[in-house]
């Protein structure tokens, strides 16, 4: 028997880098062009929208939020006054549109981008020929103060990304790669010894969230499914999310509701038609850890 679920919110276009933050989960809903929010009450707000899509959230120490601009390739910071800035320029390191993000406990953030325009070849040659054949992409670290360098190179799609509870390990999800692989983080940000955390086709991994048990929750772009998966690749549990699962994230009072981010389809020309999107959620056992 599955593991019940239920709808908290619809009537979104394609939810992403959902984040627990001050009671309240908040997401990107990126072709509406807004960051929302929405509490277990379920009553969705828009908490600001921008003149692009937006995509990874995080927050600085100050309290300053930070804000993925996924086609102009920059990351905005918001003031807690709501002014907004520009952070960082990634132009120089992101092949294509930005995507997700996650931020340390300093302010670092570590940055994906897609390398290349996914859509456009998903169209032309469909989901197996471009998991079989991509240009990779290199994964951006921005410093606290906008300073951006390169972090990673030949990554296949660097995606959702999370940084165990010791700050000492960024796990990150290679979309096109099916796996999750880990990096050991100096005390500057830089990366080494990066090696495969867990294969995961056939599963292709999207957002992900680390739990207290040190197992991760992966959300399943190409299918109706948000897995928990353990480090050498084991499946301990499926979720059937009835629509592909693009994020999720735990948070909640105690950590343990599971938020999945469900969308019918991806493309831009589907998706931004009408908002179709939903959040599902789960009480799980194994609690939030780490960042985001």
Excluded at 212 to 223: F, H, P, Q, R
Excluded at 237 to 255: H, P, R, S, V
Excluded at 266 to 284: Q, R
Aim: aromatic share 6%; net charge negative; charged share 25%.
């Amino acid at each position: 028997m599955g593991r019940t679920t239920r709808v908290l919110a619809g009537g979104i276009y394609f939810g992403e880098a959902p984040r627990w933050h001050e009671g309240r989960l908040w997401f990107s809903d990126f072709y509406a062009h807004a960051v929302k929010s929405v509490s277990l009450a379920g009553d969705v707000r828009t908490e600001f929208e921008l003149d692009d899509r937006s995509s990874g959230l995080g927050w600085m120490p100050d309290g300053a939020m930070l804000i993925v601009s996924m086609t102009k390739r920059q990351v905005l910071r918001r003031a807690r006054d709501g002014k907004m800035s520009l952070h960082a320029n990634l132009k120089d390191i992101a092949g294509f549109h930005c995507n997700d993000m996650v931020v340390d406990s300093v302010g670092r953030a570590y940055v994906g981008n897609f390398g290349f325009d996914l859509d456009a070849e998903l169209v032309a040659r469909g989901a197996e020929s471009v998991i079989a054949d991509h240009p990779k992409a290199k994964l951006a670290c921005i410093a606290p103060d906008g300073s951006v360098r390169v972090a990673a190179e030949g990554m296949r799609f660097p995606n959702g990304s999370v940084i165990t509870p010791d700050g000492k390990t960024l796990i990150l999800g290679e979309t096109l790669g099916l796996c999750l692989t880990a990096f050991d983080i100096a005390a500057d940000g830089a990366l080494s010894n990066r090696r495969l955390w867990a294969s995961v086709g056939p599963v292709v991994p999207d957002g992900i969230a680390l739990d207290a048990d040190g197992a991760i929750w992966v959300a399943n772009a190409l299918a109706p499914q948000c897995v928990r998966i353990a480090e050498g690749g084991k499946v301990l549990e499926t979720i059937d999310t009835g629509q592909n699962c693009y994020a999720c994230m735990l948070g909640g009072d105690d950590g343990k509701t599971l938020f999945m981010l469900t969308a019918p389809t991806s493309l831009a020309h589907e998706a931004e038609k009408t908002p179709k999107g939903k959040i599902l959620i789960a009480k799980v056992e194994a609690g939030h850890a780490g960042r985001p």
